[in-house]
């Protein structure tokens, strides 16, 4: 191997480990609900690169509603799922678009893009 193949190959494997470290293992940002009058526990959710937050706690019993602002163009955040409770929509970009449902059991259930690159968390206590 010539200089310019292994400089090559230790930049391959830089950006490797940066995917998996990214995907993987670094932080996520955790939000509890925060329950209106109503009873109803709301949470703001920005879609850019990714969902911010992106673990969302919430309480077992009691209506969520997700509002998810897309402020971004990237194809694959057009969608998202929630296959644990047979949701899927449509996220216009530069708009929010209102997700409700009702947990009723507790658990970590997981939300993604259509593509399954975005990841996120639905934890119910």
Known sequence: MDT?????????LGLIAFVLW??????RQVVSAVSS???????DVTVKGGYSPDV???????????????DEEASC?????????GIRREL????????ELLPQQEGR????????????????K
Do not use: N, W
Request: a negative charge.
């Open 56 to 70: 969302i706690e919430v309480e077992k019993g009691k209506p969520v509603q997700l509002h998810f602002y897309r």
């Open 77 to 85: 955040s057009e969608e998202i799922l929630f296959p644990d409770f």
């Open 92 to 99: 216009p970009a530069y708009q929010t678009t209102l997700i």
């Open 109 to 124: 259930f997981e939300f993604t893009c259509g593509m399954g690159m975005l990841r996120g968390s639905l934890l119910v």
């Open 4 to 12: 310019s193949e292994i400089i090559v190959t230790l930049a391959g």
């Open 22 to 27: 990214y995907f993987f293992f670094s932080t």
């Open 37 to 43: 009058s109503t009873g109803v526990q709301e949470v």
